[in-house]
């Protein structure tokens, strides 16, 4: 089989790549594009490790094949952050301790940057519903929801009490 040629863009940037007509957007992502954030956890869409959204809606990468990222916008967990400056999802992942292995927290931070681009003011059980995709098996999930509530309240530009 030939290889089929996919213009897209990633993370805002103009890319191309080559890739096997049955060839996941996950491996394309690692092994082609060399973005290694997002991760297999399971290679069936129970597990939310490798989470990306495309044209901003969230998906697992591991069920989307390369070649139908062409024409679309992918984001990733390399995207989330500007330079050096982590996005107010990341530091109040670090600042709630919201982590431990890590392994998760790509996937996670993808989701909650979806959720919160979608509805800014969730209410807890409504981020509970969204990321109710994404397995952390490390730190069980109040830490990631007082995360995912200060981060929405500090995007909306509300004061931390």
Known sequence: MSKIH??????????????????SMLDVL?????LTGSKEGCGSGDCG?????LDGRLVCSCLMLGVEAEGHSIGTIEGVA?????HPIQRKFLEHAALQCGFCT?????AVKALLEKN??????????WIAGNLCRCTGYDKILRAIMDAAAELRGEVAA
Do not use: H, Y
């Not at 690692?30 to 060399?34: E, S």
């Open 49 to 53: 490790a490798c989470s990306i959204t």
């Open 106 to 110: 790509p996937g996670l931070i993808v």
């Open 82 to 86: 500007r330079g050096d400056e982590l």
């Open 120 to 129: 800014p003011n969730p209410t807890e059980t409504e981020a509970r519903f």
């Open 30 to 34: 690692r092994d082609t594009l060399k």
């Open 6 to 23: 996919v213009t897209t863009t990633v993370n805002g940037e103009p890319a191309e790549f080559l890739c096997e007509p049955q060839e």
